[in-house]
């Protein structure tokens, strides 16, 4: 008998009907001699319409208030699911976040978890029950009720598969696994069989949105298998499963893009020491986060120029905070910046063991014409700054100039 959690996003539990579908699957699941936990989301919009009424009330909702408005969303679902589980012949109970003591900080809109009781769920299945549980929402130390920030079903899904050491996650969406780049954009975009928890961390930092980065941190953490999958076929998806030596073989596993970013420049920044802590403090203690940094070399005049990313929402209010800054540290050239902007970038574990891959990636966006502002890079990922406008092309390009459409084959099978 395996222990299996499942979690079905919004689109999968979007009106009753589905869930009803979603039900029928679950049991199927059961019947093959499985013990299920089952992860919700809020039906599809059921977020944004709860979001829509807060801001009705205040410009700026409180944050605390938020959390009890928002996670009635997955309070819905769960009961309708259990209701349709009873319907159908087979027991469940539906659980909040705070009824199986998810606990959490006290951070809210934006909690993490910090530990799961367990016990009231495996009591439940050793009855032979269906238990579903409220994804996106916890309790903090004092009572209140949190939730989790987007993404927030995934990671619950995956804490919980961790505390309760399941055989697998399975993430059931609106697409059939993890592609080797936005299917939107390209397509020849392949889906991948087998990707490294590595590999799906750069991904899901990098712009990919199939998984939440925190749940993909667990799952590498406690080693949770996840099987990325849609809600709407039974084609089997993605495993996001430990490195293996075949994934080695492979040198770039996907392309992904981010536009959510902006780049700022302080030119004429007098190059001393001291000068950076000045800039970024400041930015850190306003809860901006700072990606990509990069310092000119000074050319001789004791001067240089400092350039960063942050979030696209962030910029203004980034350009505004470094207008004192800039005064204060006496840089002659000012700030400026630009919010079209994307972050291009290249993924895969294989890259750690070959030479030359970023200046594939940096000819092949120059035979395009895409220039590039920025670069950074790890073992494992190149990413480049380019004019939202070429995002796209460079996307296509890149895709095809690793062959991506190809599916790998270990050098032992070409013999």
């Given at each position: 008998?395996?222990?299996?959690?499942?979690?079905?996003?919004?689109?999968?539990?979007?009106?009753?009907?589905?869930i009803k579908a979603v039900a029928d699957r679950v049991l199927r699941k059961k019947k093959e001699g499985n013990q299920m936990v089952v992860?919700?989301?809020?039906?599809?919009?059921?977020?944004?319409?709860?979001?829509?009424?807060?801001?009705?009330?205040?410009?700026?909702?409180?944050?605390?208030?938020?959390?009890?408005?928002?996670?009635?969303?997955?309070?819905?679902?769960?009961?309708?699911?259990?209701?349709?589980?009873?319907?159908?012949?087979?027991?469940?109970?539906?659980?909040?976040?705070?009824?199986?003591?998810?606990?959490?900080?006290?951070?809210?809109?934006?909690?993490?978890?910090?530990?799961?009781?367990?016990?009231?769920?495996?009591?439940?299945?050793?009855?032979?029950?269906?238990?579903?549980?409220?994804?996106?929402?916890?309790?903090?130390?004092?009572?209140?009720?949190?939730?989790?920030?987007?993404?927030?079903?995934?990671?619950?899904?995956?804490?919980?598969?961790?505390?309760?050491?399941?055989?697998?996650?399975?993430?059931?969406?609106?697409?059939?696994?993890?592609?080797?780049?936005?299917?939107?954009?390209?397509?020849?975009?392949?889906?991948?069989?087998?990707?490294?928890?590595?590999?799906?961390?750069?991904?899901?930092?990098?712009?990919?949105?199939?998984?939440?980065?925190?749940?993909?941190?667990?799952?590498?953490?406690?080693?949770?298998?996840?099987?990325?999958?849609?809600?709407?076929?039974?084609?089997?998806?993605?495993?996001?499963?430990?490195?293996?030596?075949?994934?080695?073989?492979?040198?770039?596993?996907?392309?992904?893009?981010?536009?959510?970013?902006?780049?700022?420049?302080?030119?004429?920044?007098?190059?001393?020491?001291?000068?950076?802590?000045?800039?970024?403090?400041?930015?850190?203690?306003?809860?901006?986060?700072?990606?990509?940094?990069?310092?000119?070399?000074?050319?001789?005049?004791?001067?240089?120029?400092?350039?960063?990313?942050?979030?696209?929402?962030?910029?203004?209010?980034?350009?505004?905070?470094?207008?004192?800054?800039?005064?204060?540290?006496?840089?002659?050239?000012?700030?400026?910046?630009?919010?079209?902007?994307?972050?291009?970038?290249?993924?895969?574990?294989?890259?750690?063991?070959?030479?030359?891959?970023?200046?594939?990636?940096?000819?092949?966006?120059?035979?395009?014409?895409?220039?590039?502002?920025?670069?950074?890079?790890?073992?494992?990922?190149?990413?480049?700054?380019?004019?939202?406008?070429?995002?796209?092309?460079?996307?296509?390009?890149?895709?095809?100039?690793?062959?991506?459409?190809?599916?790998?084959?270990?050098?032992?099978?070409?013999?």
């Amino acid at each position: 008998m395996a222990l299996i959690v499942q979690k079905f996003g919004g689109t999968s539990v979007g009106n009753p009907d589905k869930i009803k579908a979603v039900a029928d699957r679950v049991l199927r699941k059961k019947k093959e001699g499985n013990q299920m936990v089952v992860v919700l989301s809020a039906m599809s919009g059921e977020t944004n319409r709860l979001t829509d009424f807060a801001m009705q009330m205040q410009d700026i909702p409180d944050s605390r208030e938020m959390d009890v408005l928002l996670s009635s969303g997955e309070q819905v679902t769960v009961s309708l699911f259990s209701m349709a589980v009873k319907a159908r012949g087979e027991d469940a109970i539906s659980f909040l976040g705070d009824q199986v003591r998810i606990n959490t900080d006290s951070s809210h809109t934006r909690a993490r978890i910090a530990s799961i009781d367990t016990e009231r769920i495996k009591a439940e299945l050793a009855k032979g029950k269906v238990v579903t549980v409220a994804g996106f929402q916890g309790v903090a130390e004092n009572g209140d009720i949190t939730t989790l920030g987007r993404g927030g079903s995934d990671t619950t899904a995956v804490a919980l598969a961790a505390a309760l050491q399941a055989d697998a996650c399975e993430i059931f969406t609106d697409v059939e696994g993890v592609y080797t780049t936005d299917p939107n954009i390209c397509s020849k975009a392949r889906k991948i069989d087998r990707i490294s928890y590595d590999e799906m961390l750069e991904l899901a930092s990098l712009g990919a949105k199939v998984l939440d980065i925190r749940s993909v941190t667990f799952a590498k953490q406690y080693n949770v298998p996840i099987h990325v999958r849609s809600t709407f076929t039974e084609t089997e998806g993605t495993w996001v499963i430990e490195e293996d030596q075949e994934m080695e073989g492979r040198i770039v596993s996907g392309v992904t893009y981010n536009k959510n970013e902006a780049r700022i420049t302080i030119s004429g920044v007098p190059d001393q020491p001291g000068i950076a802590a000045k800039i970024f403090t400041p930015i850190s203690d306003a809860d901006i986060l700072v990606d990509m940094i990069i310092q000119n070399q000074d050319t001789g005049n004791g001067l240089t120029d400092m350039t960063f990313t942050v979030v696209r929402s962030d910029y203004q209010r980034t350009i505004q905070l470094l207008e004192g800054i800039v005064k204060e540290i006496g840089a002659k050239g000012g700030v400026h910046g630009s919010d079209n902007i994307t972050k291009i970038s290249i993924v895969g574990v294989g890259m750690r063991n070959h030479s030359g891959i970023a200046s594939t990636m940096f000819k092949v966006l120059a035979r395009e014409g895409i220039n590039i502002s920025l670069i950074s890079t790890s073992e494992i990922k190149v990413s480049c700054v380019v004019e939202e406008k070429y995002t796209e092309l460079a996307v296509r390009t890149l895709h095809d100039a690793f062959e991506l459409d190809k599916a790998y084959i270990p050098e032992e099978e070409n013999l």
